[in-house]
């Protein structure tokens, strides 16, 4: 298909055959011929998108087969995450793919200063696509939404184990040490030494601790807010069941929608647009007491987060990239003999929309 | 698309960035007819007409969360019509800012194979991993949470119980 591509005048492709007789037929002048039509960075570049394709296909569809075949999946606001949001970082990253097409344009047409306006506008949205990710990424965290559990506090059913699992959280919080930082270190003293024995016997003593929930029994009701001093009642009630002998699996639900309500069925579409939290407006004990940090039941939520961060992560990594490459980009000329250059990153962040694309509804709106 | 691919005006490029301009132009010329008459075969105006598109139509898949979409009680209609718009979005993507639309036929030889290796990937994964909760441990299944955990939640909300307790 490239026949105009190659000017041999003799001996086609057999080079093998050359015994010499070019020094009696003049010059043979050899071209790279190309397998494909394309430049080299272009083609490598394209290669490299297709193993894309492929990786993402297969995140993209184990998330699918894993969120179908679920026994049952959290709802977007079970989780605090904002459609809006979602919709607005969608946007970001397609006026990004078009500055960076428009770039590649002006570069093309040797309009150096056009190109690096365009590229810079292409570098900011894609660091706005990061900073929103992040405000996302952080509403999770401080709900202790995390794929694993140290820090995770997703419960899965509101049963006897969640039941435990609070006691446990109550049962530390009234050993809070004082100076969060020196309990720290002393932990790590602790795993050095292989025990607090060895600690004690190097020097390192034992964390002073205080009883915070009794700091909260007892605080003034002039100090805290109405809803604080609601909470705190909700709270009391919550230590009686977890720690009756005869507790039920319903008192568990009781005992997870005081943590951390699920928006009910009705309440969840079309109300809260403007929630930057990307949530309900109910609000637990662990939003009045942030310090709490109380296991939440999330029906589905450990899958969920899994799913979330494993696909959201990768995209980030990948936006990450892209920022390098365009950080590296800024630093030529951007003139027509960069404009391979530019449109191989071009290539590349396009993908990076690409999968958003996807990631969008599959996320977000299913 | 088939018929803009593999033109009579042999799509050359050597390795060189001056031949690439050349093949630029070459293509142009055989799409003046839905091209607008723009000089680069992007064109600002067609970047910018795929830019509204795109915005449209994720305004379009975010109108299945809005209140005024009628098929609220089946999801899998809007699942069908969003990934149907995301097809749509990722196609101008792949088209016009990829410039897939201008590329020769080498573009078949790339994306066929890995489009054909994605959907295999997608495909196998459903015996293993999108079954696998038809047949669980009892062990597993103790953990696992159900839609009756989900009602329980609901139920719990609805009635206030630690209201009733303390008055």
Known sequence: ?366 | MSDHGGSSHGPVTRSGESADETLHHSIEAGHDGHDGGHDGHGGIGKYLFVFLLLCGLTTLSFFTYSAAWPWRDQPQVGWAFMMAVSCTKAMLVILFFMHVWWEANWKYVLTIPAAMMALFLAIMLIPDVGMRNRMVSQERALHMARGSDLKLLEQAAAEDPLAAQAH
């Open chain 1, 1 to 366: 298909m490239t026949s105009s591509a190659v000017s041999i005048p003799h001996g086609h492709d057999h080079g093998h055959a050359g015994h010499g007789d070019d020094h009696g037929h003049g010059h043979v002048t050899l071209q790279y011929q190309p397998g494909l039509p394309l430049s080299r960075g272009k083609l490598i570049m394209w290669l490299f998108l297709s193993t894309e394709i492929m990786f993402f296909a297969a995140l993209l569809g184990s998330y699918v087969v894993l969120r179908f075949g679920a026994p049952i999946w959290p709802k977007p606001h079970h989780v605090h995450l904002s459609e809006p949001i979602g919709a607005f970082n969608t946007f970001v990253l397609i006026c990004s793919s078009v500055s960076i097409v428009l770039a590649l344009e002006a570069a093309r047409a040797n309009k150096v200063q056009l190109a690096k306006v365009w590229m810079v506008l292409t570098f900011l949205l894609g660091g706005l696509f990061l900073g929103v990710k992040g405000y996302e990424y952080s509403a999770k965290f401080s709900h202790g939404i995390y794929p694993v559990a140290p820090r995770g506090r997703i419960y899965e059913r509101p049963d006897l184990y969640y039941g435990s699992a609070v006691r446990g959280r109550l049962e530390a919080l009234r050993r809070e040490p004082k100076d969060s930082w020196q309990s720290m270190r002393y932990s790590w003293a602790v795993r050095w030494h292989g025990s607090p024995q060895g600690a004690a016997l190097a020097g390192w003593k034992e964390p002073e601790t205080y009883d915070r929930l009794k700091e909260l029994d007892e605080a003034a009701e002039t100090s805290l807010t109405a809803e604080q001093i609601a909470g705190r009642r909700q709270l009391q009630q919550i230590q009686k069941m977890v720690l009756s002998p005869d507790q039920q699996a319903f008192d568990m639900a009781v005992v997870a929608d005081q943590v951390m309500p699920l928006p009910a069925e009705g309440a969840d579409h079309g109300t809260d647009h403007g929630n930057p939290e990307g949530g309900h407006g109910a609000h637990g004990l662990n939003d009045v007491f942030p310090w709490l940090k109380l296991p939440a039941v999330i029906p589905g939520g450990c899958m969920w987060a899994s799913t979330y961060f494993l696909l959201t992560g990768f995209h980030a990594v990948h936006v990450i990239v892209g920022l390098i490459v365009f950080a590296v980009l800024l630093a030529y000329r951007l003139d027509a003999k960069r404009a391979g250059m530019i449109e191989n990153a071009g290539l590349y962040w396009h993908f990076v929309d690409l999968v958003w694309i996807f990631m969008f509804p599959l996320l977000y709106l299913f």
